[in-house]
């Protein structure tokens, strides 16, 4: 027998009886991977790893040898979460020296973190007197041993670090990043809290490969089903589940699972050894767009094992209303599962804005938070939870009187969101009669049901890139129409001002061969990538003229510096415009003014466009030299701000006096203080996400606007020393009822 097998098989009669005793199994990993000391360290409260057994070294420091996590090699494994294999240890400049554990005759080291459901629960290492790297089988069965013993682990009391006792009832607030707005008070409901595969070893690999086929096959088939269940046919969005779909059906991870299965594991644990494998590889990858595709993973990986369970496994049960979930990542067939289950929240301690469950939360309007790091520690199932995505955080266990004050605001926004819903149908305008045009920031075809939930006027911003982003790749021409002809079917006639690709900065497709860069933002992006590859370009607005078939058409491009850009990416549209028949009935150019350069050019410019849609995101971002992505500088500099201002109010007046007309579509037209000052300084379109247009529908229907205008005028001519004009804006609003 291999030694694998052969150390796999003492394991499981080890384990036959319950929890493996420690201090057998370090004994037999030294005698099998012929090392001379193999220990195992559990991890304890206060983020500490104790040695808890150990062949070779002094077994006097059992129990007294702590480090702290990231503290030496073995503190840096289970910081990190990956395994170390040094040939010289003891030069390596983590090594710290235990005088009590006499490792000084050691220099070889092997350690492989021991974690379950995503948690760190301890590390297990071998050593050894010569140098050597271990090679990949040692590293291979030492991590299936570590598996293995997970849950010896557990049940011998390591945590994962968080406080105990008293704390556990005690109020925490956890901060975080507001990945889509709202507010929502629950219990706490975990995510992942799926037991540990009770068979982890088996002696039929044949009969085992063909359970993991059949569980694959239903687990597809159960992707097909929620696809179908969850979303209605044609407002489904596609290109996620899609892209989800392909990862369901890639074979090289199956491949690696049939190959674990073959060494000795079972089904389960083949595919929880290859899941932790990749995620441990996936965590070093700095692309956000890989490392955002983790979570795709883990939830195929447990929806892989519950389709193990042959007898069908429990349906899963509704829970209480408005339960905040709590996951440390999350996939987006589960967010759809959690949402049909009821959820009000979810709370995500690894989401980023471009992963695919945020991307589907914020289009379903379910309040999400990313990061709140060290909730899922501290929260115990059914604890009550604060979910306050708009103010970035989250209260655990709030006190009383806290959770009252949730409570009654939360009323409030119900009885103000029914209010809304009563506006759905009313034209946007001020007390006075001024007619505000509000437009929808969209760019998933889940999000155009919007329209006819808010009552929009059309779509003043279709993102292009989101559906590639959420697909993985650039979608070919013909099904690039078919997306753009959906989203114009479903507009029926309402404006829609499509934006071309904008990709690079944050927005990075995987293998897209982008160079690294110190500033993406400002780097090779957006339109400066289009107009680099024309026939990137030229096939996104074939495809847009296709989609028109004869109706009207707004193309509008992002991120353009100079007219010159503008006037090159215009002859592109207007060489494949003289080619697709039927023509467009209308064909309307335009641009975002997002780059302060483009304020300069302005006369040429207006000379030469249709409209102009400010995009105050990156436009505030390269005006004040301040990256939208860094916390630290959000909130630093006010849109509400004399330059600003005085932007937005000159190109009020100059696209007025051309007659181009003039949009304001980033974040900042959907906050009421925000909105009602561009609408002071006489913009009156404003593109928003679907969740702002009848709360600033209802703003505007108490809007004294000539008394407004007075306030603003004033605080424009008089700043003083103000670096923003917030204060006197907000007591004005205040004053007269206004919630800002
Ligand atoms: C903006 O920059 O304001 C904008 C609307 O574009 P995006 O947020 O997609 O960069
Ligand atoms: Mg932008």
Redo the contacts with the bound molecule.
Sequence with gaps: MSTPRRLLARLRDLMALGAAPLPEVVRLVAAELVSEVCSIYAMRPGDLLELVATEGLRLDAIGRTRLRVGEGIVGLVAAQGTVMNLADAQNHPAFVYRAETGEEKYASLLAVPIRRAGRTLGVIAVQNRTPRRYDAEEVEVLETVALLIAGSLAEAGASDGAAEGAAATMPRRFSGSRLSPGLAIGPVVIHGNSAAPRRLLADDPVAEQARLARAVERMQRGIDDLIEAQLPVGDAPREILEAYRLVAADTGWLKRVNEAIRGGLSAEAGVQRVAGELRDRMRRFTDPYLRERMADLEDLANRLLASLDESGGKAPEPVPPGAILLARRLGPAELLDWQARGIGGVVIEEGSPGAHAVILARALGLPTLGGARGILETAEEGDCAILDADEDQVILRPEGNVRQVYEYALETRHARQAGFATLRDKPAQTRDGTKVSLML?VGLAMELAQLAATGAEGIG?F?TEIAMLARGAIVDGPEQAAVYARVLDAADGRPVLFRTL?LGGDKLLPGSGQPEEDNPAMGWRSLRIGLDRPVLLRRQLRALLLAAGGRELSVMF?MVATVAEFRAARALLMAEAARVRPAPSKLSVGT?V?VPALLWQLPALLREVDFLSV?????MQFLFAADRGTPALAGRYDVLSPPVLDILANLHVLTAEAGVSLSI???AASLPLEAMTMVGLGITQLSMPASAILPIKAMLADLDLPAFRAVLAAARRNPGHATSLRDPLAAWAREHGHTV
């Design positions: 920031n911003l993102r904008d992002p975002m997002e995009g105050t995101n990156d436009l579509c980033g974040e």
